[in-house]
């Protein structure tokens, strides 16, 4: 018995010292967090900061519950990760009676399409392959264009502006005559381009050429040069600037539109955080690419060259 508690008493010795040693070897590493992106959808893209200051082994005891499984470690040094996740069975039976077992005393909120639930109801509260699908119809893309357009509108607005008064400026000084001939137009055509791609794409996005919203609403954007265009030329009171002005409005107008048109990916029922940061890696460089040539040579900045 003596031999036994030694026994039992030396491996608690052994226990504590190896205890003691994994602590002073791995550190609890403290983390804070850098930026939070909200989408409409209710997820939220969340950067958190991590400062190891030491070599060795760090244990970040508070994780994050990510949605999806989008979790993601980046480090400029040679890191190795070690994520331990604790699995939880789920239930297999999806039955009426078992899923309000498991919501006895849980707050639920459930959400169905009003001409749905008469069918729902009268099939004993069974749902059909129609009932589960998730509509996103004319009704519903228009219902989020008053949103955008009022929240970029102050943006919007002010570039507006700054095309209409900076067409003043030129090298004999500022010219009301310029603000008129060129700030005008190149306001007007802004605002054209804000327009559709805050309206447009959301309405014809089923019909739109292309998968990402980024190219939905280039092609929006075109579509509407294209237009001005025709009507400037039939028009004859209108006067077509040259060939670097036309230029100038064929990548500004698409890239506002196209960048507009993204927006509406949160809203959307079928896009996803990894595809839509796919999509803006690949579409912002050649929006910013596309509107800075245009600003080069655009006409409301004639003067100044």
Not at 106 to 131: I, N, Q, S
Not at 216 to 231: E, I, R, S
Request: aromatic share 8%; proline share 5%; glycine share 8%.
């Amino acid at each position: 018995m003596q031999k036994q508690l030694s026994i039992l008493l030396a491996l608690a010795v052994l226990a504590t010292f190896a205890t003691a040693s994994y602590a002073a070897d791995s550190m609890v590493a403290s983390d804070r967090v850098e930026s939070i992106g909200l989408f409409k959808n209710g997820l939220a893209y969340v950067t958190r900061e991590i400062e190891i200051t030491n070599s060795g082994e760090s244990v970040l005891a508070d994780v994050p519950k990510p949605a999806h499984g989008s979790f993601w470690i980046e480090s400029p040094a040679g890191v190795q990760v070690d994520v331990r996740v604790t699995e939880r069975e789920q239930p297999a039976s999806t039955s009426i009676a078992r899923l309000a077992k498991m919501l006895d005393g849980a707050t639920v909120t459930a959400h169905f399409r009003a001409e749905d639930l008469p069918a729902f109801l009268d099939a004993g509260m069974k749902a059909t392959p129609e009932m589960r699908r998730v509509r996103f119809p004319l009704r519903s893309r228009l219902a989020v264009v008053p949103v955008e357009l009022v929240l970029s509108a102050k943006y919007a607005l002010f570039i507006a502006a700054c095309f209409l008064l900076l067409a003043g400026l030129g090298r004999d000084g500022y010219s009301a005559a310029r603000v008129k001939a060129a700030g005008l137009s190149s306001a007007a055509l802004f605002l054209v381009g804000w327009l559709v791609g805050g309206a447009l794409v959301p309405a014809l996005l089923p019909w739109l050429p292309g998968r990402s919203f980024s190219a939905k609403g280039a092609w929006t954007g075109l579509a509407a040069v294209l237009a001005v265009g025709a009507y400037a030329w039939a028009s004859p009171n209108i006067v077509v600037g040259d060939w670097l002005s036309v230029a100038a409005w064929f990548l500004m107008i698409p890239a506002v539109a196209s960048f507009l048109g993204m927006n509406f990916t949160g809203a959307s029922t079928y896009t996803s955080l990894s595809g839509v940061q796919r999509e803006m890696r690949v579409a912002v460089p050649i929006q910013i690419t596309a509107a800075s040539v245009g600003v080069l040579l655009c006409p409301a900045f004639g003067g100044l060259q």
